[in-house]
């Protein structure tokens, strides 16, 4: 396809519940960005894949997160044992280069996450 | 760690007016990012600066250095331009932080 997208786009879990949300970047695209945006706030870095390989994962709140891109394409963000505050967008961005904030990056839909 | 605010958070408009949204940001950056999102939609890169002025159709983007500040304007404001706009700053690495977004609501 020709933009970025996401599914589902929307995901309703109980609490406790393990979801996957899944991202297929732009083809080609090198690097690839996971945001959680909360309600009436802007996207919150989660983690950053260069190709395959995870290089920063520093704004994952906790270890029930977990992302992969395990043939530097596709990616999936998992979350275990879901909580309420869980519940957000979840954004995913890519950027046809490696790294640098010089570079434009296209983001796809999102998932929105309700966890009741 | 780089605070971005931005101003206003709400702002209605009448169609044709002349809009201004403003970002400040804290420390040195690389690339300021300024998005759209439409209620319902993704998010959209309208502008990447790093100096000076960018202009495309009626939307035009400015950002001092010196003073940490960038301005996205609107002129002929339309209904259609009814969207959420974000500013996003980048430093020396690839990681960007973002304000929280003002609301544009352009009545006809």
């Known amino acids: 396809g020709a933009g970025v997208s996401q599914s589902p786009r929307y995901k309703v879990a109980k609490r406790g519940q393990d979801v996957a949300l899944r991202c297929d970047p732009i083809?080609?695209?090198?690097?690839l960005f996971w945001y959680q945006q909360a309600l009436g706030q802007g996207p919150e870095f989660l983690t950053y894949f260069q190709n395959e390989a995870q290089l920063d994962k520093s704004g994952l709140p906790s270890d029930r997160f977990f992302a992969e891109r395990p043939e530097g394409s596709v990616s999936t963000l998992k979350i275990q044992r879901t909580q309420q505050e869980d519940s957000a967008v979840y954004l995913c961005?890519?950027?046809?280069?490696?790294?640098?904030?010089?570079?434009?990056?296209?983001f796809g839909p999102g998932t929105r996450l309700t966890v009741t | 760690k780089n605070e971005v605010e931005q101003s206003p958070q709400n702002l209605t408009a009448q169609e044709g007016e002349f809009i201004t949204i403003n970002c400040s940001y804290s420390?040195?950056?690389?690339?300021l990012h300024w998005l759209q999102q439409h209620p319902g939609g993704g998010i959209v890169s309208l502008f990447m600066l790093s100096s000076g002025k960018k202009k495309h159709g009626r939307l035009i983007a400015t950002i001092n250095i010196q003073e940490k500040h960038s301005s996205l304007h609107i002129t002929a404001s339309h209904p259609r331009d009814s969207a959420v706009y974000t500013c996003?700053?980048?430093?020396?690495?690839?990681?960007?932080?973002f304000g929280k977004g003002t609301l544009l609501t352009v009545n006809p």
């Open positions: 083809s080609g695209h090198v690097s």
């Open positions: 996003a700053v980048g430093g020396s690495n690839y990681k960007l932080t």
């Open positions: 961005a890519t950027q046809r280069l490696a790294g640098g904030a010089s570079y434009e990056q296209y």
């Open positions: 420390v040195g950056i690389s690339a």
